[in-house]
């Protein structure tokens, strides 16, 4: 509950959610970055990671894919064509698809077929484009990990 001062710790992102007026010192801790949403946002730290990984390349031995699960944003036309050019070579990969405005695994689900999960995202596309169907929430799949 972002109201609530009921707590040791508190990290947030927008300073409205912080009550300075109740702040108990020596009890309580308060954390405030406001720009931790390149972090916070799965959408946003994949990015963050390419960025990263694409200036650092060169002088880095660390590969990306090493500690982040290979990942596309699925609404991206760029990012979907790439998907899809992957799973051409590896049909067999199963994948995790996460909703980038929910938490706590909230919206996730297994993709074990990735072809017919493409043949669905058009459909959903053409649905929405037809203004059958809202647009959903803008989506990452990532490398299932086994």
């Not at 064509?81 to 995790?96: G, K, L, M, S």
């Amino acid at each position: 509950d972002l109201q609530s001062n009921q707590y040791s710790l508190k990290w947030t992102e927008l300073r409205r959610d912080l009550d300075f007026r109740s702040f108990k010192p020596g009890k309580q801790l308060l954390a405030r970055n406001p720009r931790i949403s390149c972090l916070a946002s799965k959408i946003k730290l994949a990015d963050t990671l390419t960025a990263y990984h694409e200036q650092t390349r060169r002088v880095s031995k660390l590969c990306m894919q090493e500690f982040f699960p290979l990942t596309f944003k699925v609404d991206d036309v760029r990012h979907r064509r790439e998907f899809r050019a992957y799973i051409e070579q590896h049909p067999d990969e199963v994948w995790i698809c996460k909703p980038t405005g929910m938490n706590q695994g909230k919206g996730i689900f297994l993709v074990p077929k990735a072809k017919e999960f493409l043949l669905q995202l058009q459909e959903e596309d053409r649905a929405a484009r037809q203004g059958h169907a809202t647009a959903k929430m803008a989506r990452i799949v990532q490398r299932y990990l086994r």
